[in-house]
């Protein structure tokens, strides 16, 4: 089958940072569904997975890790997708990418097709909702309905990327007052047009701009990007008994010990830890890509593409990672039709 893969970790402007390649065409086992891939995402982490390092692949890692495709065979442990159904996912970082003609990925972390989107605007989901969904939910433990989230507040900082993009969307259906922070006239109106009721600065300090808006302290923070830059702010704004959650990993240790005071709850999320860890709890990513689908469905969610590329080469997918790489993204950018 066809796939763009790596052999040497290399700056995305070489043209060997990604190559075209054939290897043999995977079959399903176990839990597993094999999909044929119709549209991908590229994320932050593949540009981290294929930064520049010594290491040497004697086999094409593939890369990509947001896919849309249609179910082409089942393993024999399969029991909630057949072949023929059309699926969006996000995977595995432990195993081989989408970035292929086919793929291979453990039902349980599957979810439907939303059917009112195409594959493209579908492949730009997976990942950033579930990130957003398990911060949300999962890890700063906020009610998804409550009369109560009325008179909570969230902080998102950096609420126009891929992430926030859904977070806003997702924060905002929940109840709670949502503060998005973004720096250009093109990223607050974004972040506007998916939830967000205030937005400030996050090259300012946060603690003045949130008095101006009428708030002393948020209850919940989810921080996206520069936790270590952030640090001191959000241990400023953070509501006695608040919680932040944060995705981006820092050089250095954070000071915990800043939270004492507040009782405040420091959470990390990644996306992966489910598929990675074979948590008992994996199937849980099946069923948020299923309530994500039913809230695409009924228009309480929209898919957040803003750019799409085809076909799925190595040419284009540089090009993604280059997009990906200046840090100015707003939305997602999807390669699609292998």
């Known amino acids: 089958m066809k796939a763009v893969g790596l052999y040497r970790y290399l700056p995305i402007d070489h043209p060997e940072s990604l190559v075209d390649v054939e290897v043999e065409t995977p079959r399903a086992t176990g839990h597993d569904l094999l999909v044929r891939v119709q549209a991908v995402s590229v994320?932050?982490?593949d540009t981290k997975v294929r930064a520049p390092k010594d290491e040497v692949e004697n086999e094409p890692k593939i890369l990509?890790?947001?896919?849309?495709?249609?179910?082409?065979?089942?393993?024999p442990d399969v029991t909630l997708f057949q072949?023929?159904?059309e699926v969006y996912y996000a995977g595995s970082i432990t195993r081989q990418g989408g970035n292929s003609e086919f793929h291979l990925v453990d039902e349980r972390i599957v979810g439907k097709k939303p059917g009112n989107l195409s594959f493209a605007e579908a492949a730009a989901l997976p990942l950033t909702t579930l990130t957003a969904w398990e911060a949300l939910f999962d890890r700063l433990e906020i009610p998804i309905?409550?009369?109560e989230?009325?008179?909570?507040?969230?902080?998102i900082i950096s609420a126009a990327g891929g992430v926030g993009s859904i977070a806003?969307?997702?924060a905002k259906k929940a109840g709670l007052n949502v503060i998005g922070t973004a720096s250009r006239t093109e990223t607050s109106d974004w972040a506007k047009r998916h939830g967000a009721d205030?937005?400030?600065n996050h090259y300012e300090p946060l603690a003045p701009q949130l008095k101006e808006i009428g708030f002393e302290t948020v209850d919940y923070i989810f921080c996206l990007n520069a936790t270590d830059k952030h640090w001191d702010g959000m241990v400023e704004v953070i509501a006695p008994q608040g919680k932040i959650c944060g995705i981006a990993e820092t050089k250095d240790p954070l000071p915990l010990s800043d939270l004492q005071q507040k009782s405040a709850t420091f959470v990390w999320e990644f996306m992966f830890t489910r598929a990675m860890f074979q948590t008992s709890d994996i199937i849980e990513q099946h069923h948020i890509l299923t309530n994500v689908s039913q809230l695409v469905e009924t228009g309480s969610v929209v898919s957040t593409l803003t750019e799409t590329l085809?076909?799925?080469n190595a040419s284009n997918l540089r090009i993604a990672h280059q997009k990906v790489e200046a840090g100015d993204m707003i939305g997602k950018i999807v390669v699609a039709d292998m």
């Open 64 to 75: 990509g890790y947001d896919v849309a495709g249609i179910v082409e065979s089942v393993g």
């Open 145 to 147: 309905e409550s009369p």
């Open 168 to 170: 806003t969307q997702l």
């Open 310 to 312: 085809s076909p799925i």
């Open 149 to 155: 989230n009325k008179d909570k507040s969230i902080l």
């Open 43 to 45: 994320n932050p982490v």
């Open 83 to 85: 072949p023929g159904d």
């Open 198 to 200: 205030h937005i400030i």
